[in-house]
């Protein structure tokens, strides 16, 4: 089934959590950032100058502002994310970010003005009843403010989302667009680890920083592999499986322990992200 390549880049996206969460003791969110944007830029830039035989053409593009507002969306969601991740329980952290199908919802509709299948509204209100029960525990144990992170990471995620589309309306592909994300984000991680300091890895942190890298580039590959081959709603549903995943690897791993409550409020908002996804479809008469 071509649609299970979401499988493969969930589980990987999930284990790059792993690693992120693990690092995190040690660097910051902007330097994991960094790290995880580098190794994924050269490992884009060397398939793309492989297959046009040219280093700097193929990435001449007339929309560097638009390029701009996607990377700068993306990479704020990223080091929220990676904050959320090293201060909340791992499947938490996850399931936050992925409140971003919930968001992007509501905002194509606002802001592309996309008409959709029925259900949408049902399917952000009971994701966002689902996002009370999950903070609920981490707010009465004082960690508002990586769950407040975690989420914001979601809604910007969804704005980097809105900003894909309309790059893809302007005719930009898919490759030129990751690599302009992966390239503001690096320079992004680097020039505020410059302001900020940083860290200068050891012998030992080197297989996990190369990890993060590549586990986040094999599963963006494998993720659009599965758009590509499969179907649409399908591999939108699978992709919640990473929450599942976060899940196993954050007992398995870490011995995390969540509340029941907590446990109902990541069901909800995941049954939330498949509704919506299957909400989001567009309309008939939209495309045509």
Do not use: C
């Not at 193929?58 to 390029?67: F, S, V």
């Not at 029941?260 to 309309?283: E, K, N, Q």
């Amino acid at each position: 089934m071509k649609s299970s390549w979401m499988l493969v880049a969930a589980a990987l996206f999930a284990l790059m959590s792993v690693l992120v969460k693990h690092s995190s003791a040690t660097f910051s969110p902007a330097e994991l950032v960094f790290y995880r944007s580098a190794f994924g830029l050269l490992a884009i830039w060397g398939v793309i100058a492989v297959r046009h035989r040219r280093l700097l053409a193929p990435l001449a593009t007339p929309h560097l502002k638009a390029h701009f507002w996607r990377g700068l969306s993306g990479f704020s969601a990223l080091v929220l994310f990676f904050y959320a991740l090293a201060r909340l329980p791992l499947a938490t952290a996850v399931t936050l970010n992925y409140t971003a199908p919930l968001f992007l919802a509501a905002l194509s509709a606002w802001w592309l003005h996309e008409r959709h299948g029925r259900g949408l509204n049902g399917a952000v209100l009971l994701g966002f009843v689902g996002i009370v029960l999950l903070l609920q525990p981490q707010v009465q144990g004082q960690a508002w403010l990586p769950a407040l992170a975690g989420l914001t990471s979601g809604m910007l995620a969804a704005v980097a989302y809105v900003n894909v589309k309309q790059l893809g309306r302007l005719g930009e592909s898919e490759w030129r667009v990751v690599f302009y994300f992966t390239l503001l984000s690096t320079v992004g991680g680097a020039a505020w680890m410059a302001v900020a300091g940083f860290h200068l890895p050891q012998a030992g942190d080197w297989p996990w920083l190369i990890g993060i890298g590549v586990t986040a580039t094999v599963a963006q590959l494998a993720l659009t592999r599965a758009y590509h081959r499969g179907r649409t709603l399908t591999v939108g549903s699978l992709a919640y499986t990473t929450v599942g995943f976060s899940a196993l690897y954050g007992v398995l791993l870490f011995g995390e322990r969540l509340p029941l409550l907590a446990w109902i409020g990541m069901a909800l908002v995941a049954a939330a992200g498949v509704w919506a996804v299957r909400a989001s479809t567009p309309t008939r008469s939209d495309s045509l």
